[in-house]
């Protein structure tokens, strides 16, 4: 049986949510029915590109420096296309989105795109270069019902929208006490002290200077409470200066980019999301799948994962500065904590595992094809 060839396109393969899924999801496509090419154009942005060539992938960069660079390189992508007779393209996140819209105009190959993000959410440009392209795809993959809505109230499309949530790998994200108390250890936290933590990009949606003020306030009532931020992004400088004005340099670790997230979920007993949107983090789905208690705004499809004072408590997101007080009631209760942790592992194990979520879009990518 032939097997159909897939081109997944996206900005970059640096640490970003959607870009490491592509990398989770790899190992469990059926590798009988489909060959997978990756097409990226951030050259310093590569950090998934080992994990996907070791999991016998097609990855090549199309060098481009900006969003308008990107545009510029579809005659390449066409070349691609055609020289590698790819049955099907995927695209991730908005600007890949626009060059394979180009791509399907001048090659009538089936195009997918995955919708990561609410429209109102978008820069005015994006939004109005969505509006005039979303039609010139095949389908459209939405990451949660809010997303969809989106899409609907905003776009008015004329293709179909799916709602595929994303996934976690629950067999590689499982809480391990030992290497958890291994991170404690090594950044000076006490082992008995109870741990907020999160990992994200630093930029404006995740409201981390808020995350930090949460923290700082909480902490002034529970001594024993210490934070972790793993990630990196436009916004270091201006959070380690937040850390240092509410005087947190001793409480909150700041250990940059990290390859092994399980670790670091291992060390917290609290995962908490300050965000004013999201699509649907994978982050938060792997710190339930490591059995931590949640704390976060309702932001997007968070809202359709947590039932609040069940695996987690939500607050509404213009209500941040609520977070507090949540947040001291939650490390006064420490049994609460563990049991909101088993409730989140529970969640996820049922509804959001990623074989579920491979089997549906390769249903839609043979969907695809078969329409074509």
Known sequence: MKKI????????????????????????????RFEFNYVYFLPWKDQMVPALLENRANVHCFKASNNIKILTQYRHVISYVKEHGIDVIHAHLPWAGFLARIVHFKTGVPVLYTEHNKQERYHKITYWLNKLSFNYQSAVIAVSEDVASSIYDNLKPSIPVEVIVNGVNTNKFQRNEQRGLSVRKKYNIPEDATVVGTIAVFRFQKRLKEWLQVFSKAAEVNHSLYGVIVGDGPLKNELIEERKRLKLEDKIVMPGLQTNTVDWFSAMDIYMMTSVFEGLPIALLEAMSCQCA????????????????????LVNVSDWSLMPELLEQLTADQKAVEKMGENARMRVVESFSLENMVERIEARYLKAVNEK
């Open 5 to 32: 060839k897939v081109l997944q396109i996206i900005k970059s393969l640096g640490r970003g949510g959607a870009e490491m899924l592509l990398a989770e999801l790899l190992p469990l496509h059926d590798r009988d």
């Open 294 to 313: 949640i704390l976060s705004t309702n932001a997007g499809g968070v809202k359709e994962v947590i039932h609040s004072g069940n695996e987690g408590l």
